[in-house]
């Protein structure tokens, strides 16, 4: 990983300001001479900058985002706990970690870091935007915010606003992180069991009943006790509580309900979706229950030049990670 430091205030849209900010990224492959060969990926949630490695059906030698004939970037997002300024930075005002004081941030702030790490790599054109889920969030938002420097938009499993359903499972999983004895403890284990519950709440969003059905029903109708659902959702928490912050993953999940193109843009969805002349490229997964299709298709409705293809998945929203055959082929048949 490679890391920007901005060493100016930074000023978020709820107008507090960070002193600086730490951007950390990875970028593969090279810049060509003409610069029109830049291919950058934003990530969902609880990724990071390192995309080769957590999508590597879509990103990598001879895949179809390849470093060989593009530059590709990933930078991880603020309020991650993966690189970039965030809970576990250290305030320099006060020289302690920031924690809980960490202000809130939204995905047009994301954005605007992304905007300062493009303009400090020299990158004046972004041959194709893409990203899935909260990714999707970004992609549109910059689309938006610089309409001049993107030719092409890839969005998959995403939406132009967060919906009252994604932030109703947000709130429920925030509550079970709060309900952690040890959160708001000034310490990186603060809230790890709440993250566990929280991150069972996720994984049922992001799957569906068939996939769960057809993977996690147990062989013995005689069981009275320890269900595989049950085993998969514990191990999945626990998962995640190893690698990632509670911290972090409250943030970000209220920058998640925050997402809302239209906003101080006129407060129309339609209008907002209408501006966007990039050629764009939409992917929906036709049992993804978290983002369902029917989001996808009010993109395809209101942007203009665009394409919407379904995938059939059993994965639900995650089928935009484990789909990478069906989609990448979407994806190189329409750069093609």
């Not at 429920?172 to 952690?180: C, T």
Request: proline content about 4%; hydrophobic content about 40%.
């Amino acid at each position: 990983m490679e890391e920007f430091l901005h060493y100016h205030p930074f000023t978020l849209e709820n107008g507090q300001t960070l002193p600086g900010i730490r951007i950390g990224y990875h970028a593969y492959g090279n810049l060509n001479a003409t610069g029109d060969n830049v291919v950058w990926i934003c990530h969902a949630l609880t990724a990071n900058s390192d995309v080769i490695r957590w999508w590597p059906g879509m990103v990598g030698d001879h895949r179809y985002v390849n470093p060989e004939k593009y530059f590709i970037v990933c930078a991880n997002i603020l309020g991650s706990c993966y690189g970039s300024s965030g809970p576990l930075s250290e305030d320099p005002d006060t020289g302690r970690t920031y924690f809980s004081s960490f202000p809130m941030v939204t995905i047009r702030d994301m954005v605007k870091a992304h905007i300062l790490l493009r303009k400090h790599l020299g990158i004046k054109q972004i041959l194709l935007l893409m990203g899935g889920s909260m990714g999707g969030y970004q992609a549109l938002e910059w689309s938006l915010m610089e309409p001049l420097i993107i030719r092409d938009l890839f969005l998959i499993a995403t939406s132009a606003a967060e919906s009252a359903w994604g932030i109703a499972v947000h709130t429920a999983q925030r509550l079970a992180i709060e309900a952690d004895p040890t959160w708001m403890d000034r310490n990186e284990e603060a809230g790890s069991r709440g993250l566990r519950a929280a991150r069972g709440i996720g994984i049922i969003t992001y799957r569906n009943y068939a996939i769960m059905k057809e993977k996690q029903t147990d062989a013995d109708p005689n069981k009275l006790d320890n269900y595989r659902a049950s085993s998969y959702i514990s191990y999945q928490g626990n998962k995640l509580s190893r690698r990632f912050n509670a911290y972090s993953y409250w943030l970000l999940t209220k920058a998640m309900d925050s997402h809302n193109i239209a906003r101080n843009r006129g407060g129309d969805l339609k209008k907002a979706l209408s501006s966007i002349t990039h050629r764009t490229l939409i992917v929906g997964i036709t049992s993804d229950i978290l983002c369902p299709i029917v989001e996808q298709e009010f993109l395809a409705d209101n942007i203009p030049d665009s394409k919407l293809i379904s995938i059939d998945s059993l994965y639900g929203h995650d089928g935009f990670m484990v789909e990478t055959e069906k989609i990448g082929f979407c994806l190189k048949e329409w750069m093609s």
